[in-house]
């Protein structure tokens, strides 16, 4: 299978730890994102990389959250001293480059952050 | 503003009817990518549909299709003879051109579909 892989699937963590996900894209694609999304809403932005370098943050992404995408592959997202606020879905996605149109983002099954 | 509108929280279809679900957009820009995708209770996001604002026919993909009206701003996806595995949140969103690169993918609050035997 060729598709978006994220590691863990789910993660309970006591506030204040740290945890790390991982997420591998699709191997032709050199844009990589990562959303966030709560119960019952759409996903919301966080962060995305065009092979190595990251392009853009959202303002939702505080300094505890740090993603990086070391060699233009897979990406981890970080969160520092967590708090239960950050209890969510963590979606990653992957597109290639677009060259005409837009080319949909494909996504992983997440990782599912429960903090307590 | 909301970039993407769906007003629809709950829907309800009979098996094998059709079903069009809203979502209206907002945005000063000329070039964008409006898609649908389908999150089923397991929750993976699957890609559905895609419509680009310059293209001059609505998008089709089997029993999907989505109608763009664009000068109402408005990108419904229909789902004809829908089937039980339809039951899913739907959700629509957008895609911006900003100095000529393709932005992030911009949500809405989607819709849960039921489809009823």
């Known amino acids: 299978d060729t598709g978006v892989s994220q590691d863990p699937r789910h993660k309970i963590t006591k506030r204040g730890q740290n945890v790390t996900f991982r997420c591998d894209p699709i191997?032709?694609?050199?844009?990589l994102y990562w959303y966030r999304q709560t119960l019952g809403q759409g996903p919301e932005f966080l962060t995305y990389?065009?092979?190595?370098?990251?392009?853009?943050k959202s303002r939702l992404l505080s300094d505890r959250f740090s993603a990086e995408r070391p060699k233009g592959s897979f990406s981890t997202l970080e969160i520092q001293r967590t708090e239960q606020g950050d209890s969510a879905m963590y979606l990653c996605?992957?597109?290639?480059?677009?060259?005409?149109?837009?080319?949909?983002?494909?996504f992983g099954n997440g990782t599912r952050l429960t903090v307590t | 503003a909301q970039k993407i509108t769906q007003t629809q929280p709950g829907m309800f279809v009979q098996e094998k009817e059709a079903v069009t679900l809203d979502c209206t957009y907002d945005?000063?820009?000329?070039?964008?990518?409006l898609f649908w995708y389908k999150q089923p209770s397991s929750g993976e996001m699957i890609f559905l549909i895609y419509q680009g604002s310059y293209d001059q026919q609505n998008a089709t993909e089997g029993r999907y299709s989505l109608n763009f009206q664009k000068a109402r701003k408005s990108a419904n996806l229909v789902i004809s003879a829908s089937q039980l595995g339809d039951s899913a949140m739907y959700f629509c969103?957008?895609?911006?051109?900003?100095?000529?690169?393709?932005?992030?993918?911009?949500f809405g609050s989607g819709t849960q579909l039921t489809v009823l035997p």
């Open positions: 969103a957008m895609r911006e051109m900003i100095s000529g690169s393709a932005r992030q993918l911009t």
């Open positions: 990389f065009q092979n190595e370098a990251q392009l853009e």
């Open positions: 191997s032709e694609h050199n844009r």
């Open positions: 996605a992957s597109s290639p480059k677009d060259r005409q149109g837009y080319s949909p983002l494909h």
């Open positions: 945005t000063s820009d000329p070039s964008y990518g």
